[in-house]
């Protein structure tokens, strides 16, 4: 029997391990500078959390979570989404205590039991951003400056925000009514996802991608023009910092996001490059998702973003060129005797942070600079018995083809003037 993975989860191989340790490094580093620091949870967690948290009534719980019972009998969910389990361990953990503001960024696996499709997989990837503890637009500020910037350093220019308010517990009863108002006249028209949404989470419909729900909320009521004075100002707030900060932002009333934990701001980044799944990562404020998940109200901010859509848009604009992971060197041995004492001078060169290869497979000369060229490295070193007496090695440099003798106790620091040349 030849086995294969499961649709929708996909083997990450060493030909493209590169990309995807290249934007989790500048993730991490740029995270590090904003005073952020990780946070790793379980892959699953008690189904309930994700329930509570997310909402019976969301498409993720209702239709796409892999849930399962255990040997105890205890129901288990891989985790769909990140938000819920962070502010689980931040509830656990009791990191209140230890500062009043907690930044966390996190890279993980999720898991949704959806159709395979571009930019839509079955176990997917993410890199987040949670501000749990502070109340104010600065702390949105602070996620979507820092998500904008690292778009911008992964030199993703096809990229842009949308951003909206979907009000609080004080406004947003009353502007449900008013759209649902609204749509009552429309409502066997609407899509059936839509139907079911009408009572539980009326504002879901104004996101649907659903052409006949599109053209008849047109003239839909929006949350944005009917918000209290506390979330007006906190979004006009915001409006204010990005624009210092030079984001450039539209506001868009339609964004209103998935999840039900969500207040005042929500935002997406999307990329034309994606094609219909548009969304490159979104987010918002989630002040009521602790007390629901059985903690006091705490303030709290967050974003996520798929890293297999990333991928695609770096893709789509050739952004990949120059990040293939090779070594620097390439050693090549004329005998068997050689070949032995050239491993310690391979070992040498690793020891002195120089990423070095030799051959395993006994292959002639001949079939090693073969190898040599084609992992495409910059130097390669040759050694047979001759340099071997006299405690040397021919060094070939393979972009000008010149090569020369040097002695052993040389050659990390000719290689690294090299380098440093270039």
């Not at 839509?120 to 990837?125: A, G, V, Y």
Request: hydrophobic share 35%; aromatic share 8%; net charge negative.
């Amino acid at each position: 029997m030849k086995f294969k993975s499961i649709p929708g989860a996909k083997d990450i191989l060493p030909a493209e391990s590169h990309r995807w340790q290249h934007v989790e490094q500048t993730f991490r580093e740029l995270s590090h500078r904003y005073n952020f620091r990780e946070i790793r949870t379980p892959v699953f967690e008690q189904t309930e959390l994700f329930a509570r948290g997310i909402g019976e009534l969301t498409d993720i719980v209702g239709k796409e979570m892999y849930t399962f019972r255990d040997r105890s009998d205890n129901s288990l969910t891989l985790k769909p989404e990140m938000t819920a389990a962070v502010v689980r361990a931040y509830l656990q953990h009791n990191l209140e205590q230890q500062q009043p503001v907690t930044k966390m960024y996190y890279l993980a696996p999720m898991f949704r039991q959806e159709r395979p499709q571009k930019g839509r997989l079955r176990q997917f990837h993410q890199f987040g951003l949670e501000i749990i503890g502070s109340p104010h637009p600065e702390a949105d500020a602070e996620i979507i400056v820092m998500t904008a910037e690292y778009y911008s350093l992964l030199g993703i220019t096809n990229v842009e925000l949308k951003i909206n308010s979907v009000g609080c517990q004080e406004c947003r009863p009353a502007y449900k009514d008013k759209l649902k108002e609204f749509l009552s006249p429309h409502l066997t028209e609407l899509s059936q996802d839509s139907q079911r949404r009408f009572d539980a989470n009326p504002l879901r419909i104004l996101d649907s991608k659903d052409e006949r729900d599109s053209r008849l909320t047109a003239d839909a009521p929006l949350q944005k023009d009917h918000l209290c004075t506390e979330c007006s100002d906190h979004f006009s707030r915001l409006q204010e910092i990005l624009t210092e900060t030079r984001v450039l932002y539209t506001v868009d009333g339609r964004i209103v996001r998935g999840l039900d934990y969500y207040t005042k701001t929500a935002f997406e980044f999307i990329s034309s490059a994606l094609g219909s799944q548009d969304a490159l990562s979104g987010g918002g404020r989630y002040d009521l998702l602790a007390k629901e998940l059985g903690g006091s109200n705490v303030p709290a901010v967050g974003v996520a973003g798929g890293i297999e859509r990333l991928l695609l848009v770096l893709d789509a604009e050739n952004l990949f060129t120059g990040n293939e992971v090779a070594p620097v060197v390439y050693l090549a041995a004329a005998d068997n005797e050689s070949r032995t004492w050239l491993y310690g001078v391979t070992q040498m060169l690793r020891k002195s942070g120089i990423p070095s290869d030799t051959d395993l497979m006994n292959r002639s000369l001949k079939a090693q600079m073969r190898e040599a060229s084609r992992q495409n490295v910059r130097f390669t070193i040759i050694a047979g018995s001759d340099e071997r007496n006299r405690n040397e090695v021919v060094l070939k440099d393979m972009e000008s083809g010149d090569q020369s003798p040097v002695a052993v106790d040389k050659i990390v620091d000719i290689i690294n003037q090299k380098q440093s040349e270039n």
